[in-house]
């Protein structure tokens, strides 16, 4: 799945069960889905940290390559000095790039309709 994705995965989930929760009461729904975003603070404040060097489940040789690679970026293989050389035309025309603007087009389009169909179901 695309982290791009993942966003609309709770957008998609609240639309699908809010009917159901409005049988309890429109408030419901705003607690349910706030419930859930506390459950996903309390998970990203135990997994995230502000970098690698502070994380806890990074391992030493992790750790020290991350660094290295910051150190050093021309020994650890990492592009510098800009985009010199990189072939943009030939991948703005590739099948794989067209084929991704296509998908998150199309995705776009899906979720806009979703959204009218709901608010005309609303009466609003």
Do not use: Q
């Amino acid at each position: 799945i695309n982290a791009e994705y993942m966003g609309s995965i709770g957008t998609i989930l609240a639309m699908l069960t809010s009917p159901y929760l409005a049988e309890w009461g429109w408030p419901s729904i705003f607690y349910v889905s706030g419930g859930f975003g506390v459950v996903w603070l309390v998970f990203f404040v135990i997994l995230a940290s502000a970098s690698p060097e502070e994380h806890r489940w990074v391992s030493p040789a992790e750790r020290a390559h991350i660094v290295a690679e910051r150190l050093h970026p021309l020994e650890a293989g990492v592009m510098v000095g800009g985009f010199a050389g990189v072939p943009f035309g030939e991948f703005f025309r590739s099948r794989a790039y067209l084929g991704l603007v296509f998908g998150h087009f199309c995705y776009g389009k899906a979720l806009h309709l979703v959204d009218i169909h709901i608010s005309c179901e609303s009466g609003d």
